[in-house]
């Protein structure tokens, strides 16, 4: 993959928050539809279209308490006026890597883009390159990056950057691509492990088909974004008549040269009788539970993540039972 080498000119870089940085912002008066904006903790400002943040660590912050505060992701964009890459664009197999944090695709603009300091970025999903120029460029410069669909239309002081690159180190550091920055550790690569299944329970004069079953373990990259999750799902589930789940997960991680190790483990367990529509199973819905692990402008150099679920259903009289077991890990020696 061709990459571009620059050299910033300038004694830094300026991702550290400093109001100066943002130019030619349309100020925002309806943003207290999302809670913690209420408190003008965080409030991202719109120009040419885009959510422009003052800082890296802004960004950060706002998609991470976006996700702890479970709004539903479309008031972003209702709430600051732009259109946004959740809403305007259908989701395919190129692009399921940015739907797979909505709250990450709802701060991206139709076109994938997203200003952050003295620097504006393009997600471009189909060469899964990451575009960026100087929000000093111009407006041609910007036009030019909008519409670009690949290196060879992009304006000729535009960088890429791969969604493996670490983009803000890099920048910050004012290196060529190619060179390996900071401390020794290295960037994990991204890992998905699905485990799937169908039960099926007598026949009836339409289908057979009882539900599906679907856990899923992932770390997941998108060039100055990266993600861990854990995602299970039941659907279709007609004639089932009660279910006990019991869903284990465990995962460690550590964050590339920053952070100690972090660690989440749970063990729930639920009943219910959706044909009754009885529900016991908080905090996750009866036929959902999805936990995000790790959210982060800075990727992870270690992590080990698993997920374990059994299922129990009653249909027709016939004991059903379900086991999946999904399972990511790399550089354990460093946990």
């Not at 000729?156 to 060179?179: P, Q, Y």
Request: charged share 25%; hydrophobic share 35%; with cysteine.
């Amino acid at each position: 993959m061709k990459k571009l080498v620059f050299f910033l000119l300038v004694g830094g870089l300026f991702f550290a928050c400093n109001k100066e940085d943002v130019q030619e912002l349309t100020s925002i008066e309806n943003a207290t539809e999302i809670d913690f904006l209420e408190k003008n903790e965080i409030t991202p400002q719109v120009s040419n279209g885009y959510l422009v943040f003052e800082c890296e660590e802004k960004m950060e912050e706002f998609i991470i308490k976006l996700t702890k505060s479970e709004v539903d992701p479309t008031t972003i964009a209702s709430t600051f006026g732009f259109n946004s890459y959740l809403e305007h664009v259908p989701q395919t197999e190129q692009n399921e890597v940015i739907f797979g944090d909505k709250y990450f695709a709802a701060t991206l603009n139709m076109d994938g883009m997203i200003g952050v300091g003295t620097y504006i970025f393009k997600v471009n999903p189909p060469t899964e390159e990451v575009f960026v120029i100087s929000n000093s460029a111009g407006n041609k410069s910007i036009k030019a990056l909008k519409n670009a669909q690949s290196q060879n239309n992009l304006p000729s002081n535009a960088l890429v950057f791969s969604f493996e690159d670490e983009i803000f180190e890099l920048l910050e550091k004012g290196a060529t691509c190619e060179e390996k920055m900071g401390c020794d550790e290295d960037c994990s690569p991204p890992q998905r492990v699905i485990k799937q299944d169908f039960k099926y329970c007598g026949e009836n004069d339409e289908f057979e088909l009882i539900g599906f079953y679907w856990l899923q373990v992932r770390y997941s990259k998108v060039g100055f974004w990266k993600y861990a999750n854990i995602h299970f799902q039941q659907g279709a589930v007609n004639g089932i008549s009660t279910a006990d789940w019991d869903i284990r997960y465990s995962a460690r991680w550590k964050r590339k040269c920053r952070t100690p190790i972090g660690s989440d483990f749970s063990d729930y367990v639920c009943s219910f009788v959706p044909l009754q529509g009885e529900d016991q199973c908080f905090p996750f819905s009866s036929s959902r539970f999805k936990n995000r692990l790790y959210q982060s402008t800075r990727c992870l150099s270690a992590y080990d993540i698993r997920a374990d679920a059994r299922i129990e259903s009653i249909c027709d009289e016939t004991q059903l039972i379900w086991t999946g077991e999904a399972r990511i890990s790399h550089n354990l020696q460093a946990l």
